[in-house]
């Protein structure tokens, strides 16, 4: 799979540095992607398509104890900066004659000292929009059970800082959205490299 995405990406790439206009200007809130479909009709043929990332805005149903909320706004501001993020394990788990399902890890880690605060599995057996409403509540809990109220919190994806956004303003936390984590990537890379992830 991989050997043809790197063929239509050395073959596309210099036909759209000759000439940039070949890709239309994504519009606002949105992406323009490039693929290539096979084409049965051509043995080894591609046809390539552009295709719009929807701009509209997706909704979660998600409920934050007001309990947490409370507890986590009196603790004192720490200046701690803590990176959170979730990704997908490519390790399928699920028992047996069921569909196998692949797992979520969240992290949360100190950009300063890189020590992981948290590190929790989750299930997408309700589906990925399901798993992604819980992850606020998870995040604040874990600051909560650690007590501490960071100064920020720095996310990396667009649906974590949406859902993130009202609960930090209401505890008094800095959100930003970085392009990059250092920290939770060294993290998550330790985690793919470890040897339980693929046994």
């Known amino acids: 799979m991989l050997r043809p995405c790197l063929q239509q990406v050395m073959e596309f790439a210099p036909q759209l540095r000759k000439d940039p206009g070949r890709l239309p200007p994504a519009s606002p809130g949105g992406e323009v992607l490039v693929f290539a479909a096979d084409d049965q009709g051509t043995p080894g043929g591609w046809i390539k398509r552009m295709m719009r990332t929807p701009t509209h805005i997706k909704k979660y149903e998600m409920t934050m104890p007001m309990a947490v909320l409370n507890d986590l706004k009196a603790l004192p501001l720490s200046g701690l900066q803590i990176e959170t993020g979730v990704m997908m394990l490519p390790v399928p788990i699920g028992k047996k004659n069921t569909r196998r399902q692949l797992p979520f ?41 650690h007590k501490v109220r960071p100064a920020e919190l720095h996310v990396s994806s667009p649906w974590l800082h949406m859902l993130l956004e009202a609960p930090c303003q209401t505890i008094g936390i800095q959100l930003d959205h970085c392009r990059r984590l250092p920290a939770l990537e060294d993290a998550q890379q330790e985690f793919m490299r470890a040897p339980f992830m693929f046994h």
């Open 105 to 145: 890890l969240m992290l949360m880690v100190d950009s300063a000292s890189q020590f992981i605060l948290e590190a929790k599995l989750l299930s997408s057996e309700q589906g990925i929009d399901a798993m992604r409403a819980l992850v606020p509540e998870h995040i604040l809990s874990a600051l909560l059970r």
